[in-house]
């Protein structure tokens, strides 16, 4: 026995330092692909959740649940962090039939009937979709905000990524009718004095290094002016077709220095 004993060997100082250079080398090269793959998931995530969340709320309004929802979104500091946060909220049928009864409400609007040079009051679908939590506009009957845990309504908060927004708030507001497509802040444009619903977010990671400006460098046609390293576009229509899209970037040697540049790119359906 002690013959077979005195025949085991380990490894020698020599094989030790050949193992761990070999790792150090495997690690530096897997590392930054690693990362970027960590940090393309993130953001991929945050428009899966942001795109199950709006059609989850939506598909409240086809089930009945909620007559009138909104999708509200918000970049809110935190300390020195900042966080983007989205909130589903949604209104019950009386809630709603309560408020449309109501004609001295703030829901409803005076308009001048041309033809007959009189006023009549209805329903100011375009500007329902407040962004306060004013008693007087809505009254939501499940908000995360007001402490509803019901589980048709979420919120969620994402701190490693960021929108294209240059202000806040924004929201989107659905029902079961069309009607009542509306949007407000950041998600509303005005065009010849009529609201327009902004179908779009785009969403991007908050640590871009091509970016410094804390926020998703796109115009408003949806080009970056910019390069990002993961960036992507959630869409929705008033009937609740909600699909989402990836940038892909491209490149062009210059031939001055021969160095590769970024030269724009093209959107891709996920």
């Given at each position: 026995m002690r013959t077979q004993d005195e025949k085991i060997k380990g490894f020698n100082l020599l094989e030790l330092i050949v193992v761990v250079v070999i790792i150090g080398v495997i690690s530096a090269v897997g590392y930054p692909n690693f990362s970027k793959w960590r940090k393309d998931r993130e953001a991929r995530d945050a428009v899966i959740k942001i795109k199950t969340l709006i059609q989850g709320i939506y598909s409240q309004t086809?089930?009945?649940?909620?007559?009138?929802?909104?999708?509200?979104?918000?970049e809110e500091a935190d300390g020195a962090d900042r966080?983007?946060?989205v909130t589903?909220?949604?209104?019950?049928?009386?809630?709603?039939?309560?408020l449309l009864n109501?004609?001295?409400?703030?829901?409803?609007?005076?308009?001048?009937?041309?033809e007959s040079n009189a006023t009549f009051r209805e329903p100011d679908y375009a500007n329902i979709c407040q962004l306060e939590d004013d008693p007087s506009l809505l009254r939501w009957d499940d908000d995360?905000?007001?402490?509803?845990?019901?589980?048709?309504?979420?919120?969620?908060?994402?701190?490693?990524?960021?929108?294209?927004?240059?202000?806040?708030?924004?929201?989107?507001?659905f029902g079961k009718n069309d009607r009542?497509?509306?949007?407000?802040?950041?998600?509303?444009?005005?065009n010849n004095n009529d609201v327009v619903v902004d179908n779009y977010l785009f969403i991007c990671d908050r640590?871009?290094?091509?970016?410094?400006?804390?926020?998703c460098d796109v115009d408003g046609a949806g080009t970056p002016d910019t390069e990002h390293g993961y960036l992507y576009a959630i869409e929705w229509s008033r009937f609740g077709n909600i699909t989402y899209e990836k940038f892909n970037n491209t490149y062009q040697i210059n031939p001055q220095n021969g160095k590769k540049e970024w030269a724009g790119g093209n959107w891709v359906a996920q």
């Open positions: 086809q089930r009945g649940q909620y007559a009138f929802v909104q999708v509200h979104i918000s966080n983007l946060i589903s909220k949604g209104m019950k049928p009386q809630t709603l039939a309560n109501d004609e001295d409400s703030d829901w409803w609007i005076a308009r001048d009937d041309p995360p905000d007001q402490g509803s845990d019901n589980i048709e309504v979420r919120q969620i908060i994402f701190k490693n990524v960021t929108t294209n927004w240059t202000d806040n708030t924004g929201a989107i507001c009542w497509f509306s949007g407000n802040g950041q998600l509303a444009s005005e640590s871009n290094k091509y970016n410094t400006s804390i926020r």
